[in-house]
């Protein structure tokens, strides 16, 4: 009878301890869920990018050779484009007739100096110095020349359009024939040396980041773990309550938004390794953790 007893209130105290347990089970991992996600500097807010440079040519022109294709890797100094020289050619000729001529006329008037100073007694001093202005004058005209058989090279010389640093050409979709101005860009040239992950953290977590801090960095949908380090923070974003240009009076906005988030900092991570296998493409999202040495103290009891 007294056995018969007891088995209900074990039975209760036994369902008691495991709906204790579940609900420290289920507190801890809202504890640590908040911590993660709220406390800790974690951020899924990344970005793997690398810097763009615009490929653009120096003289206009009509392209005659395309020498890369879309995504290829290229070398500092590699020709990726050819403009027809001709008309290069033609303005590098002239300039070197030019030059030709003026040294020619320079040295005339060089030789009618000398002799005219060696006949000093006989030729009117008025006549000399004349002769000596001319030689200036020439002497400049001749520098002159130089400078355009120069320019004239240098634009000849810029008709093959070289890569200004190595990585990947991007969106190539030039054809012999298009005609190119002077200063658009033609194609872009990504490059890979500068690839990094930039997070983008909340500002409550930027003081638990400190530059050289390990991070890891997992890109969306591809496994494994990108391994880095906080390289350094941005040191200002824009205020977007506040416009106006220079030497005028600030614009402030009137109305204060009662809801307030916070702002994201961008902080940029320097890939230390990389698994094999994976490849990093600019403009991937990628999520960020940084292992910082800094632990939330007295959050909650336990």
């Known amino acids: 009878m007294g056995n018969a007893l007891i088995k209900p209130w074990i039975m209760k105290i036994v369902r008691a301890l495991f709906t204790l347990l579940a609900i420290a089970v289920l507190l801890y991992a809202v504890r640590a869920l908040w911590i993660r996600y709220q406390v800790e500097p974690v951020t899924r807010d990344g970005k793997v990018l690398a810097d763009i440079v ?169 496994p494994g773990e990108i391994r880095g380090h906080v390289d350094s923070i941005e040191s200002a974003i824009q205020d977007r309550e506040r416009a106006g240009d220079i030497a005028k009076l600030a614009d402030v906005n009137p109305a204060f938004t009662w809801v307030r988030l916070a702002q994201r900092i961008p902080v940029r991570i320097a890939i230390d390794d990389v698994p094999k296998g994976i490849r990093l493409v ?3 999202t990628a999520t960020v953790v940084v292992h910082s040495p800094d632990k939330p103290q007295g959050l909650l009891p336990w």
């Open 54 to 222: 615009p490929v653009a040519a120096d003289v206009a022109g009509l392209i005659t050779e395309v020498r890369v294709h879309d995504n290829q890797k290229v070398q500092q100094g590699q020709v990726l484009l050819v403009i027809d020289p001709s008309r290069y050619t033609l303005a590098l000729q002239q300039a070197q007739a030019t030059l030709g001529s003026q040294r020619a006329a320079l040295a005339e008037a060089e030789r009618e100096d000398r002799r005219n100073r060696s006949m000093s007694n006989v030729v009117a001093s008025e006549v000399t110095e004349q002769g000596q202005a001319k030689v200036e004058e020439l002497r400049m005209a001749v520098a002159q020349a130089v400078a355009a058989r120069d320019l004239a090279q240098l634009n000849l010389d810029r008709t093959q359009v070289k890569a200004p640093v190595s990585g990947e050409v991007a969106n190539v979709t030039l054809q012999p024939g298009i005609y190119l101005t002077v200063g658009k860009p033609a194609l872009a040239l990504v490059d890979t040396a500068s690839t990094r992950v930039e997070g983008y953290f909340e500002e409550t977590k930027l003081q638990r980041v400190h530059i050289g801090d390990r991070v890891s960095v997992h890109l969306m949908g591809v």
């Open 282 to 284: 600019p403009g991937q």
